[in-house]
T-cell receptor, first 111, second 115 residues
Framework: TQLLEQSPQFLSIQEGENLTVYCNSS?????LQWYRQEPGEGPVLLVT?????EVKKLKRLTFQFGDARKDSSLHITAAQPGDTGLYLC???????????FGAGTRLFVKA | NAGVMQNPRHLVRRRGQEARLRCSPM?????VYWYRQLPEEGLKFMVY????????ESGMPKERFSAEFPKEGPSILRIQQVVRGDSAAYFC?????????????FGPGTRLTVL
C-alpha cells in the first residue's frame, strides 16, 4: 500500500517566521502535488513536481522533490496570516489512476 | 470559465434515506474524481470516471454507494440507506484529457450530515 506521511501534523507560528513541512513515502512516484485547503472549501492546487531534485518557487513558497522521488518538502519564508490553512501533498498511485493524499499539515500563522 | 461546481453544498439526511451529490466538471474536462474527507483527515479517493465509464472504483464501498457520469449532465454520487458513518465532506475534482490524476481542480464540496 502506498502511503504519504506528512509532518508535522500541526504547526502554529508567529507572523514573519519561516517553516518547512514534509511529505514522505517509501514508494517512488512519477509526480507529486501540493494543495492548500481552507475551511469549508476544496483543495487548491499549488504546484506539481515531476523531476527528482526539482525545486519550484511560488512567491514565498519553495517546493522540492527528493532526488529519489519518494519525498517532498514545502518551505514558506516570512509566513503571513493568509498562509493559514491545511497543506496536503498528493501523488498518483503507480500504475493506476487513484490519487492518494497525505493527512495534511495544519498551519496557523498568528499576527 | 466557471470552476468545478458541486451541489448541494450542505445536505442533511436521516438514517436510511438516500443522498444524491452532484458535480459539474470544468468546461472541457472529461475526467471526474470523487473523494471523501472526514474531519481532521486527508482526502480518500473513491472513484474515477470518464464520460459514461467508471475507470477506477477501488475506493468505493461495495454496498450502498454508486457513481455515474452520463453523456449529458453532471456526475452523480449516490449513497443509499445512509448511516451516521457516511457523514463527511465529499469532494469532486475534474481534469482535462491527457492529465489523468496529475492536474485536478476541486469543487467546494458537499457536506453530508446524517442524523
Amino acid at each position: 500500500t502506498q502511503l504519504l506521511e506528512q509532518s508535522p501534523q500541526f504547526l502554529s507560528i508567529q507572523e514573519g517566521e519561516n517553516l518547512t513541512v514534509y511529505c514522505n513515502s517509501s514508494s517512488v512516484f512519477s509526480s507529486l502535488q501540493w494543495y492548500r485547503q481552507e475551511p469549508g472549501e476544496g483543495p487548491v492546487l499549488l504546484v506539481t513536481v515531476v523531476t527528482g531534485g526539482e525545486v519550484k518557487k511560488l512567491k514565498r513558497l519553495t517546493f522540492q522533490f527528493g532526488d529519489a522521488r519518494k519525498d517532498s518538502s514545502l518551505h514558506i519564508t516570512a509566513a503571513q496570516p493568509g498562509d493559514t490553512g491545511l497543506y496536503l501533498c498528493a501523488a498518483v498511485h503507480t500504475g493506476g489512476f487513484k490519487t492518494i493524499f497525505g493527512a495534511g499539515t495544519r498551519l496557523f500563522v498568528k499576527a | 470559465n466557471a470552476g468545478v461546481m458541486q451541489n448541494p453544498r450542505h445536505l442533511v439526511r436521516r438514517r436510511g434515506q438516500e443522498a444524491r451529490l452532484r458535480c459539474s466538471p470544468m468546461k472541457g474536462h472529461s475526467h471526474v474524481y470523487w473523494y471523501r474527507q472526514l474531519p481532521e483527515e486527508g482526502l480518500k479517493f473513491m472513484v474515477y470516471l470518464q464520460k459514461e465509464n467508471i475507470i477506477d472504483e477501488s475506493g468505493m464501498p461495495k454496498e450502498r454507494f454508486s457513481a455515474e457520469f452520463p453523456k449529458e449532465g453532471p456526475s452523480i454520487l449516490r449513497i443509499q440507506q445512509v448511516v451516521r458513518g457516511d457523514s463527511a465532506a465529499y469532494f469532486c475534482a475534474s481534469s482535462p484529457p491527457g492529465t489523468t490524476g496529475i492536474t485536478q481542480y476541486f469543487g467546494p464540496g458537499t457536506r453530508l450530515t446524517v442524523l
